[in-house]
């Protein structure tokens, strides 16, 4: 049992990081499209390989730390990233690893809270002014809209009575839970998009201020593993973002997971084509939307359903 396990979770981390390099492409590719360019077409067919040797020429790249840095806490970074994107990925839904888990809501909500740690540490780690402002930046945007996420998975969690994601996924094949709730949905989504630090909302890499934030002084492997970690929770939203609100039973046939990876790709467009089509907000806004805003919302939502309950 244990040999299964293990080689489920290595197939999932395979996948992963193919879907990450592929993720890239396709964002490059509508980027120049939405922008009426090009994009990457030289390396292979139509730039199929260009992930790859992306990939591998920071793979070669010497990687150097800053004089000044924290060096045991510099290298470590990445690695612990990399581990918490991994992590998260252990509630994709196959037989061997979630199947049975009853509380994997509850394990996604710690991994996601952990990963705001990662950018304050490579900030401050890094002992650079552009670093340091885009990892405080960093942690007060995630726990801002951690509370927010957390309330709207409580919603959805009221309507399935349940806290596994498996059971949440079969338990709306008649009609997708946003339908009951779309502005919860919508509301949903704009969370994702701030907690994974996605334009109109990445103010941790803002590049017109900051240069390129938390990561900026990484280079080589190092800045491959923030990056892969950083696609991998986005592709991790995608999938949460279907199994919560986008119900989708039979995930066990070919069919089933089919549906599950086009209502995926339909998710990872709306990331890509978010980011060339919103400006980016200012720092205040953002957390005033958050606080103002959007909890407010939330927490009255999740009142009316509580109260609906009780009756």
């Known amino acids: 049992m244990t040999m299964e396990l293990f080689s489920v979770s290595v197939l999932v981390y395979l996948g992963v990081l193919l879907s990450v390099a ?17 994009g990457p077409d030289k390396t292979s067919i139509g730039g199929m390989t260009q992930p790859v040797t992306d990939g591998l020429k920071l793979i070669v790249k010497e990687f150097v730390a800053p004089t000044n840095s924290v060096k045991v806490i510099f290298m470590i970074v990445p690695c612990v990233a990399l581990a918490l994107c991994f992590a998260g990925w252990q509630i994709f839904p196959t037989i ?23 950018a304050i540490m490579s900030g401050w780690s890094s002992s650079s002014k552009y670093a340091s402002v885009g990892g405080v930046r960093g942690f007060a945007q995630v726990i801002s809209y951690e509370i927010c996420l957390s309330i709207t998975l409580v919603v959805v969690m009221f309507f399935a009575m349940t806290m596994s994601f498996f059971s949440l996924s079969e338990s709306g094949w008649s009609l ?38 938390f990561n900026i002084e990484f280079s ?23 199994m919560s609100f986008f119900q989708n039973a039979c995930i066990w046939t070919l069919a089933g997971s089919t549906w599950m990876f086009v209502k995926m790709s339909a998710i990872v467009f709306f990331f890509i084509w978010s980011r060339a089509s919103f400006p980016r907000f200012r720092y205040d806004q953002l957390m005033l939307m958050a606080w103002k805003s959007l909890l407010p919302f939330v927490l009255g939502v999740y009142c009316a359903f509580f109260i609906l309950s009780k009756i």
């Open 96 to 118: 061997s690893l979630s199947s049975s888990s009853s509380n994997d809501l509850l394990f996604f909500l710690v991994v996601s809270s952990l990963n705001a740690h990662v």
């Open 22 to 38: 592929y993720f890239t492409l396709m964002e490059r590719k509508c980027l120049s499209s939405l922008g009426i360019r090009l």
């Open 176 to 213: 997708w839970w946003c339908m009951y709730c779309f502005p919860v949905a919508l509301l949903w989504l704009t969370v994702c998009l701030a907690e994974a630090n996605r334009a109109p909302f990445d103010l941790v890499e803002a590049e017109s201020e900051l240069v390129s934030g």
């Open 220 to 242: 080589a492997g190092g800045f491959a593993a923030l990056f892969i970690a950083e696609y991998g929770m986005i592709l991790l939203m995608c999938l949460v973002t279907v």
